[in-house]
């Protein structure tokens, strides 16, 4: 039989060891996320880099302004849509990276609240009598924490979805500007 003192030692130590493999996950998700994003801007800064070259031979070879207008206004179009193309990757790493935050973290509070539970119930199997209340204040507050800690969650989701809608919503308009802006540039 253990006593109180080992039992809350023993929870100490297990819950400080879930917290660091919690930190050790989410700091793996992260190098994940900015691994994603560094491949993303290699890849966009290469095919950049032989895009301008290639549009740079265009403007080098117009042969009068109307010409090189021509060649300016082809290239907004493809430039705009890769502008959008880049936005909509980046959008969804940061989107992935958060999920398997949110996945992580949720997992771990519940973990911890199980034990954080059976440890109260266990605690108060041997607790004095005239305890009673102070057993159902802790169960109350722990009930409390596990809800707010649930609220704040639906909050954090509401707030992300929000910001994807938004940013969807801003992609669009712009894709929906885009053409228009280059068939503008076009007729000048």
């Given at each position: 039989?253990?006593?109180?003192?080992?039992?809350?030692?023993?929870?100490?130590?297990?819950?400080?060891?879930?917290?660091?493999?919690?930190?050790?996950?989410?700091?793996?998700?992260?190098?994940?996320?900015?691994?994603?994003?560094?491949?993303?801007?290699?890849?966009?800064?290469?095919?950049?880099?032989?895009?301008?070259?290639?549009?740079?031979?265009?403007?080098?070879?117009?042969?009068?302004?109307?010409?090189?207008?021509?060649?300016?206004?082809?290239?907004?179009?493809?430039?705009?849509?890769?502008?959008?193309?880049?936005?909509?990757?980046?959008?969804?790493?940061?989107?992935?990276?958060?999920?398997?935050?949110?996945?992580?973290?949720?997992?771990?509070?519940?973990?911890?609240?199980?034990?954080?539970?059976?440890?109260?119930?266990?605690?108060?199997?041997?607790?004095?009598?005239?305890?009673?209340?102070?057993?159902?204040?802790?169960?109350?507050?722990?009930?409390?924490?596990?809800?707010?800690?649930?609220?704040?969650?639906k909050s954090t989701k509401q707030a992300v979805e929000v910001l994807e809608s938004n940013?969807?919503?801003?992609?669009?308009?712009?894709?929906?500007?885009?053409?228009?802006?280059?068939?503008?540039?076009?007729?000048?």
């Open positions: 039989m253990f006593t109180i003192p080992e039992q809350f030692s023993a929870a100490s130590k297990a819950n400080l060891e879930a917290q660091l493999a919690l930190l050790t996950n989410l700091t793996n998700k992260t190098f994940e996320g900015v691994e994603k994003m560094l491949d993303l801007n290699l890849n966009v800064a290469r095919a950049s880099l032989e895009e301008s070259s290639a549009a740079a031979k265009q403007f080098l070879s117009a042969k009068d302004p109307q010409e090189w207008i021509a060649v300016a206004a082809a290239q907004a179009q493809p430039n705009a849509e890769k502008a959008l193309s880049y936005g909509r990757h980046l959008a969804t790493i940061a989107s992935g990276v958060q999920a398997e935050f949110n996945k992580a973290t949720e997992a771990q509070i519940a973990e911890t609240s199980r034990k954080m539970l059976e440890l109260v119930e266990e605690v108060t199997k041997n607790a004095p009598a005239g305890t009673e209340n102070a057993v159902a204040l802790l169960k109350s507050a722990i009930g409390n924490a596990n809800a707010g800690y649930e609220q704040l969650s940013l969807n919503n801003a992609v669009g308009q712009f894709a929906q500007a885009a053409p228009k802006a280059a068939s503008r540039a076009s007729k000048k």
